[in-house]
């Protein structure tokens, strides 16, 4: 599926808007792979211990990246890119975001990264980051929210170095959000059996439930970048880059049981809230065995 570009203008107002609403209102965990109950099992079946974080395995499975230099792709308001350096994964990063008001606040906290970190405004879609000046591009929740997928894919190796990579954690799953039936069903499944309604309850009163595919027209008017060509990427990918190491991170049902309007409910400390969080971790998980569902998000290194 192919759609028209949207203005760029558009894209930026939305994330501009979503920076000013987050500087106001910051919540704990900004969505489902923000929490550390879902990441600990994550991890665990990634990278076979709880307490190996991905940027534990970046360092031990790419050591040269400690000094790196990075482009890093939809960077928003950088603080992800900020735990890249403090983690010691890179060296040096320079985020781009086509959104003005998160590249500011980016910006104005990037003192103590004392020239290792700066951000541009810039749009991704028109692949111009220039000619071999990047060990690594990273993209984080990125690749997902461009329209120009061959655009941005040639700059990406036009812009590495020779032996350079390409590192992402995104969401690869159906363009548009268009949910496949096997996956609603699931989704809803749990939903109503599973969870209490005390924390199915958001922020303005309303209950979490029932979870249908949004009409295209309803994705296009929330944001136009949203999930554009998603469901393409994973062959571009494959087009373009060669030795390429993935992880599959499921999400299919996570994503959507604990979306960002409840996900916050699910207290960490809590074990009956935890045991919920289980109980959908090992359901999505038999659903990927049985092929029922995919992976919606994966974390791939791939070499140009």
Known sequence: MHTTQQPSSTVSKVWNQWQQARNLNPSQYV???????????????MFGSPS????????????NFVNSSVLSLCAGDGAFEKLLLKQ????????IDLAEERVGTANAQIAEFEGRLNFIVGDVNKGDFGVALYDVVFAKAALHHVEQLESMFAGIKKCLKPGGKLVTVDFFGPTRFQWSDAQLDAVNHFIDTAIPDTLLKRADGSRHHNINRPTIEAMIAMDPSEAVRSSDIDHLIRQHFSQ???????????????????????????????????????YERRLMAENKIGSDFKFIVAQA
């Open 52 to 63: 190996t974080s991905i940027f534990d395995y970046l360092k031990q499975a790419y050591p």
């Open 88 to 95: 010691g994964v890179f060296g040096t990063i320079t985020g």
């Open 244 to 282: 390429i190491r993935e992880f599959q991170i499921g999400g299919a049902l996570l994503s959507l049981i604990f979306d960002p309007t409840v996900v916050n409910n699910f207290d960490c400390s809590n074990p009956q809230h935890n045991e919920i969080i289980h109980a959908a971790f090992h």
């Open 31 to 45: 969505d489902w792979g923000d929490h550390p109950t879902i990441l600990a099992l994550l991890y665990g079946e």
